[in-house]
């Protein structure tokens, strides 16, 4: 009787803990699933309209803030990084490259964006918005993923500072430059523009732009930092925005200074009988004189 006794203790022991354990385990899946859902639904937030507007434009920062954000933003039909992928592609479209779309890029890397998705939307949509905003676009993408990004090389940084490709090394010409240099057509058709670019302590030649009417050169500096100089004249340093024009027939050379990458458009103007005469290298002492 006693051996009876202990063996249906044993099984009501054992169904008691499956049972309890079943339950047990299907209370965590629920518990888990609640706090999936609530993270999910946790609530957006907006005070930038108050803390900018809200004293010059109240309604305003009130529509910004609870009506766009806090209904909008918080509406659980569409996911957070559609949403923000809808809204980068919304502002790339209009030409919005200020602080609010790197705001919203910023959005989009937070809600789950990659580097290589933002990409491939920039890229997607450069073909109906147009490609200077995807370049626009591009350059701000950069740097709110630049910690996804690998080391980069010294090229592969100053690309990422300046508008226009660096281009192909300018193998063609090498013989007329001290050091590196690459170059990339802008245009090819009615006017003639490309971006050379010149790594640190490259120069080119002296040259002359020759011409029997008309002709020269015009340089505008897009990146770096580089200098211009004519023939028993200083040089002049040339940044991004400054624009050189060059005479035709006259003795010149341009390139990088010692410290900097640069890059300038180099614009070819039309004339008669036009050519291009290649005379001796800037010498390193003449070079030097800029440091």
């Known amino acids: 009787m006693k051996k009876k006794i202990l063996i249906i203790t044993i099984l009501l022991t054992f169904i008691s803990g499956f049972i309890l354990g079943f339950c047990f385990t299907k209370n965590n899946k629920e518990i888990k699933m609640e706090i999936k859902k609530e993270a999910a639904m946790k609530k957006i937030t907006q005070t930038a309209g108050r803390n900018q507007l809200g004293s010059f434009a109240p309604e305003f920062a009130h529509y910004n803030d609870d009506i766009l954000f806090g209904e909008n933003w918080n509406n659980q039909d569409i996911d957070l990084k559609t949403r923000s992928i809808i809204t980068v592609v919304s502002l790339m479209s209009m030409g919005i490259t200020d602080n609010s779309l790197i705001y919203h890029l910023q959005n989009a890397k937070n809600n789950g964006v990659t580097k290589e998705e933002i990409a491939a939307i920039i890229t997607h949509n450069a073909f109906y918005a147009g490609w200077p905003k995807a370049w626009a676009v591009f350059n701000l993408a950069k740097t709110v ?37 690459y170059l990339a057509p802008v245009s090819t058709e009615q006017v003639k523009i490309y971006n050379v670019t010149f790594e640190p302590k490259c120069r080119n030649n002296w040259h002359i732009h020759k011409a029997a009417q008309g002709g020269g ?5 897009v990146g770096g930092r580089g200098y211009y100089q004519e023939w028993g004249k200083e040089p002049v340093e040339i940044v991004e925005g400054t ?8 003795k010149h050379w341009h390139g990088a200074a010692p410290d900097s990458w640069f890059s300038h458009l180099a ?12 005379l001796e ?8 004189k800029l440091i």
Do not use: C, H, R
Not at 151 to 180: C, H, R, V, W
Not at 217 to 221: A, E, K, N, V
Not at 243 to 250: E, G, K, M, Q, T
């Open 145 to 181: 993923w630049a910690d996804d990004t690998t080391a980069l090389s010294a090229k592969d940084k100053y690309q990422t500072s300046i508008m226009f490709p660096i281009g192909e090394p300018n193998n063609a010409y090498a013989k007329y430059f001290i050091g590196q240099s």
């Open 217 to 221: 050169q015009m340089l505008i500096g």
């Open 243 to 250: 624009v050189i024009n060059i005479p035709a027939n006259v």
């Open 267 to 278: 614009v070819e103007i039309d004339g008669v009988d036009t050519s291009n005469e290649w």
């Open 281 to 288: 290298p800037v010498s390193d002492e003449e070079y030097n």
